[in-house]
């Protein structure tokens, strides 16, 4: 489409959603402009909880392609639409089908659970599925006794170890590029140039490894930390009565944060942690994607099926 206006664009996107029943979901990460127009902004447990709920019969998802994949498995009876399908996501791309099931087979009678950031066909050989804001909860729900295949982000899983002591828990060692750039040395710079801040930090950080002792008891130096989802981190700098904070995740949740809270001050941990994935969708490829209903994200029943049992399990739970 030629490049327009953006106010235009943004109202034409408006009309459309309207005229064509669609609902549009934006995760945390994405650009200003489509946080704006967005009917819900969360992250991708919110998200797919919201996907379940709505009346509409057109889900547009902005994120990337395993939340719309996630979306379309719980809401089988929906259209969901993505507006851009190279927006992968490294963390999803670090375990691959053969890879699961051969460590499965590894480790016969173990429980298998997987984060959200995971493909539909790795879902679907899952016990269990489970979020940023949940896997706590989840690997707590399994007895004690029973082995725990934990994938693909290896942050994530040692630190739910940590906190919830487990030792018969397997890792896979996958990461996320953004989440893993952001240094123990980009956290200690910009900590120490605010002293008064409190810290708040995504679980897929790597600079949670070597911080974990502290993190797990809930301070590091005497400060305040917490390690959360992208929707926890909203809500508890809403509610906490620090003034500033340092957050360590993608920068596109700055945005909200300092839009809900404009007497708040709000600095990322590393500037240069920017998922490109999330920010190939535009309003332009959303209007595109609008006019011409694509890109659908269509699943096999076989697999979406299997799928919806872990993703189901995990929402049972939390
Ligand atoms: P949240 O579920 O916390 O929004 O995280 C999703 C994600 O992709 C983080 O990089
Ligand atoms: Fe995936 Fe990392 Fe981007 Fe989140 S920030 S979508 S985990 S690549």
Not at 7 to 25: A, G, H, Q, Y
Not at 28 to 53: C, H, M, W
Not at 66 to 94: H, N, R, W, Y
Request: hydrophobic letters at 40%; charged letters at 25%; a neutral charge.
């Amino acid at each position: 489409m030629l490049v327009q206006d953006t106010s235009k664009l943004k109202e034409d996107i408006l009309r459309l959603k309207k005229e064509k029943d669609v609902v549009l979901l934006a995760h945390n990460y994405q650009v200003p402009e489509i946080q704006d127009i967005a009917d819900f902004t969360g992250d991708s447990l919110g998200l797919s909880r919201q996907a379940a709920k709505v009346d509409q019969k057109t889900i547009l998802f902005c994120g990337v392609h395993f939340m719309a994949e996630t979306a379309a498995i719980i809401s089988p009876q929906k259209k969901v639409l993505i507006p851009e399908l190279e927006a992968g996501c490294s963390l999803s791309d670090s375990i691959t089908l053969d890879e699961l099931k051969n460590w499965k087979k590894q480790h016969p009678g173990a429980i298998a659970v997987g984060y959200v950031n995971t493909t539909a066909e790795i879902k679907s050989e899952l016990d269990y599925c489970c979020t940023s804001s949940n896997a706590v909860n989840v690997v707590k729900a399994i007895p004690a006794n029973k082995k725990i295949l934990f994938l693909p982000d290896m942050f994530l899983g040692s630190y739910v170890a940590k906190v919830t002591g487990r030792k018969n828990m397997h890792i896979w060692a996958g990461e996320c590029h953004v989440h893993a750039g952001i240094t123990p040395e980009d956290v200690t710079k910009k900590l120490d140039s605010m002293k008064e801040a409190e810290f708040v930090i995504h679980p897929e950080c790597s600079c949670t490894t070597p911080m974990l002792y502290d993190l797990a008891s809930g301070s590091f130096d005497d400060r305040k930390v917490s390690i959360l989802s992208t929707e926890g981190m909203l809500n508890h700098v809403r509610d906490s009565k620090a003034k500033n904070f340092v957050v360590a995740t993608e920068t596109g949740i700055l945005y909200r944060m300092k839009k809900n809270n404009p007497e708040k001050f709000f600095v990322p941990a590393s500037e240069k942690a920017e998922c490109q994935y999330m920010k190939m969708n535009t309003l332009e490829k959303v209007y595109d994607s609008l006019v011409e209903n694509k890109y659908e994200v269509k699943i096999p029943k076989e697999i979406a099926d299997r799928a919806r049992l872990a993703i189901n399990r995990m929402l049972a739970i939390s």
